[in-house]
Every structure is written in C-alpha cells, then in structure tokens.
C-alpha cells in the first residue's frame, strides 16, 4: 500500500494504491492568481490577494491529504511525494499530517497539475527503477 500526495499551488491530489490499484482518493483546485509585474501599490494588493489565495489552497490540500491517507496510515509501506517542493512542505508541516513523516520517501516526483489521470498514472513512476551510472 502506498499513499501519494501530488501539491502545486491551485491543484493537490491524495490517493492510496494497493498496487497499481487507486484504493481511495479525492482530488482538489483552487483559484491562485500568477504573480502581478507592475509596480506601486496596487502590486502590493495584488501580492498580498495571492498570499492569502496560496493559504487557502493548502490548507485545503492538507485537508485531503488528512481524510484521505492517515485512516490508511497503519496499512501504508510508504508516502510518495509530487509537484512543487515548497508548496508540499507547507502541506506537510500540517500537525495533523506528522504521523506519516517516517513513511515519506525521499524522491519527489515531477508532476504536472494534479489531476486524475496524473494520479492515476503515478504507480508507473513511483514504482520505477532509477538507475544512476558513475561518470567515467
């Protein structure tokens, strides 16, 4: 059984594979603005708006990331992380989410938005085989 966590600011996925297998899942968007290249104040507004968009959102990935893997945790052999690094640890400093910290594995996977079918065809990647061959 592995629990996977897909986070990038306005998308987040959860799911838990028994094998190749989506056993449970939910997946998630939410509105963040891109940054604002004018100057002055009104990019200070525009920043602080999209701040506040960014809290939102994560807080809501953590929020799945709780309902869909830790009534799964005691079964799980490890978390597969995904998407943006900043933004999963955010999700991840969540108190809620520390009993999964020992299963998290140390690769992050490369993923686009977070959406079904990128979560669905994650088993693929996390079960891979990464190979790194010494220079000559």
């Known amino acids: 059984m592995v629990g996977v966590l897909l986070v990038r600011l306005g998308g ?17 968007s939410r509105n963040v603005h891109g ?12 920043a602080r708006r999209r701040e506040g968009q960014a809290r939102v959102a994560l807080e809501a990935a953590a929020d799945e990331a709780a309902r869909i893997l830790l009534p799964h945790r005691r079964d799980l052999d490890a978390v597969v992380l995904g998407g943006d690094r900043r933004a999963l640890a955010e999700v991840l400093d969540d108190v809620r989410l520390r009993p999964l910290a020992p299963l998290v594995t140390d690769r992050v996977l490369d993923v686009p938005d977070p959406r079904l079918k990128v979560l669905q065809a994650t088993p693929d990647r996390f079960r891979a085989t990464v190979i790194r061959l010494p220079a000559p």
């Open 35 to 46: 940054r604002h290249r004018a100057g002055g104040s009104s990019q200070q507004r525009f």
């Open 12 to 28: 987040h996925a959860a799911g838990v594979f028994a094998g190749r297998r989506l056993v449970d899942s939910k997946v998630g």
